[in-house]
DNA sequence: CACGTGAGTGACTGGTCAGTAACTTTTCGC
DNA sequence: GCGAAAAGTTACTGACCAGTCACTCACGTG
């Protein structure tokens, strides 16, 4: 049998997952949905394809896992964040427009049952929030970190975009924001308030500029 | 030894609270600061001073008892709500500016630790929805009742005030509350966003009227 | 081929938790 | 004081769940 090396150098293997990945795969999929405290061990290894040993190969314990996906939870919404202002840089007042139109969708996506994205259940992180015991610290600081970052971000636009008081406009979308997460897990698809964010965020921008 | 029975008929006993009701105190207590699915049936006798067979012959199941946490808190926070509202009766944008601090006012509750009442977590029905089952029909119908009237109040407010488009000025309030409360989770006392809401329902309030 | 490594199997420990059974004690109205 | 109802005690079942142990299997590389 020949072994692979012919393969052109230039075309990397075909990234056959590992069982590492499969499991920050399933873990992350499984605590968006159930919650963390919803989820076991074994459920997540079963829904990974592989088993508890393999698993305790890779992680130290459950908790660990935890912090791994809040961790990557927050990468993956940074990296979503850029996309959805970088259409118009340097446009501050845009780019919050922009944002507010791109929490809409991804609060909404999942009430079309035949995309295959999973059903929205607001800020991953947030949600976390509720559950993390208030003496976890490690999760806990997580999840101040980046919340204190989306703060930060925020002002940041509301300076730039020369508000009078930036900090009050910026901490005003955030409460906008948080509220169209937390507001959606009672509200099935765009059915709750979340639909007013683009126009309320319209709204404070003016006065604040005006 | 004589009897209690020689007290004048209108004043009812002292009320020393019979077990059921000493469980739901202090359901409700652990409930809101760990979470639902953090508390077993075990520390929520424990701290109401009974035991689990006296439990179980006060409610059928744990699920019962915690239905009946959610109902009663949606009771005491529309108590809170409607005493906050009622000096400005007649007036709906007052009545709204006066909630909004009292939303603050209740946030920042449990900075100062030599207040008797116990630190905010936000809303403890909102923070239920993160740990409800999806499948849980029960518990979810009592959260969104109560998320449905507290929307339903805001856009009254806002049609009451003569908005221009008053389900979306309620609903942007709702969305600032509701950031209040979810932010709450991860910013003590009042330094987060929070602060911002009064001025920001101020100006989309005159926004939607000007 | 040998060897190391990554992965799988099944059984197990120790702990937690919801809920039950059988029985005793306390409380309170009459 | 008496009897019923309310509350307490102890012990238990069965399920679940985090984490461990000892061992086997499949590969790919030197």
Known sequence: MTTKSALPTG??????????????????DLFYRHGIRGV???????DAGTNKMSFYRSFPSKDDLVAEYLSDQACEYWSWWDAAVAPHAGDPRRQVEALM???????KSGSKPDCGCRSSRGCALGNAAVEIPEENEKLGAIVHEYKTEIRRRLRKYAREMGAREPDVLGDALMLLIEGGYYTRLTFPGNSGPVTAIAKAARALIDTHLG
């Open 40 to 46: 076991c061990v074994d459920a997540i290894v079963e």
């Open 11 to 28: 075309t990397p293997p075909p990234a056959k997952p590992r069982v590492r990945d499969r499991i920050r795969d399933s873990a992350a």
């Open 101 to 107: 139109q791109a929490v809409v969708d991804l609060v």
